[in-house]
């Protein structure tokens, strides 16, 4: 079975903290993806990388930043949490023309307060 | 004019009704679309994945594309109590990156025994 772990479940965190959330997928998959999900806006992409060291903006960029070092970890960072990043964030992974094989972790509730 | 649309509901039906979801686009280039269920506090699984127009069944699930009305479709025949969740449909253009993947902001579904 594929595994997308997302390390943290649930998070509570002050406003102006640097924040990691951590994702790590066991299927060799090139692609890896950070979501965040909000009542009445659905999934938003934030960031997405197609191969190590790679990354491309999605849709709401601003106020995080990605790192992939090695093919099996995406890591999400906010530089310094703000109250309206409060939110689920899901982390996704895929092979590269297989559009049926996105596949999503359990998400990381985070609360910044 | 969004790019996909779907009523986000709650929708409520007895066990063993037939539930219809739904979902329109305004992009001709979709290609590939996808319906993903998500249980409360879970991260997305994928349930079923049609390329162009037409029909696919899996078991009680049954999801439809017509591509002349921009419309899609997921049909669950006796619904149970287990099927209760947010139902997401998502698409793709043919060739597209994966970092373009449209989301609906998903139905809640609830099936009362």
């Known amino acids: 079975d594929v595994k997308v772990t997302q390390s943290s479940r649930y998070l509570v965190k002050r406003t102006g903290e640097k924040v990691f959330l951590e994702c790590v997928q066991d299927?060799?998959?090139?692609?890896m993806f950070w979501y965040r999900q909000d009542p009445g806006l659905g999934l938003r992409l934030i960031y997405f990388s197609y191969d190590v060291k790679m990354k491309e903006k999605g849709d709401i960029p601003e106020g995080y930043s990605v790192s992939r070092e090695k093919k099996e970890r995406f890591s999400l960072i906010l530089e310094s949490a703000s109250t309206n990043q409060t939110s689920m964030y899901l982390c996704a992974s895929s092979w590269t023309g297989e559009e049926d094989t996105i596949y999503f972790g359990e998400g990381s509730w985070l609360t910044v307060v | 004019q969004k790019e996909v649309e779907q009523d986000p509901g709650p929708l409520s039906v007895p066990e063993g009704a037939i539930v219809s979801l739904n979902c329109t686009y305004s992009n001709s280039a979709f290609q590939y679309f996808m319906w993903y269920r998500q249980y409360s506090r879970k991260g997305p699984e994928l349930l079923m994945y049609?390329?162009?127009?037409g029909n696919k069944e899996d078991g009680r699930f049954t999801a439809q594309v017509d591509k002349s009305s921009k419309y899609i479709s997921l049909f669950i025949r006796d619904s149970q109590p287990s099927d209760s969740a947010t139902y997401l449909c998502?698409?793709?253009?043919?060739?597209?990156?994966?970092?373009?993947?449209?989301f609906g902001k998903g139905t809640k579904l609830s099936v009362k025994p």
């Open positions: 998502a698409m793709i253009n043919y060739g597209g990156s994966q970092g373009n993947l449209i």
């Open positions: 049609t390329y162009s127009s």
């Open positions: 299927m060799d998959h090139e692609n």
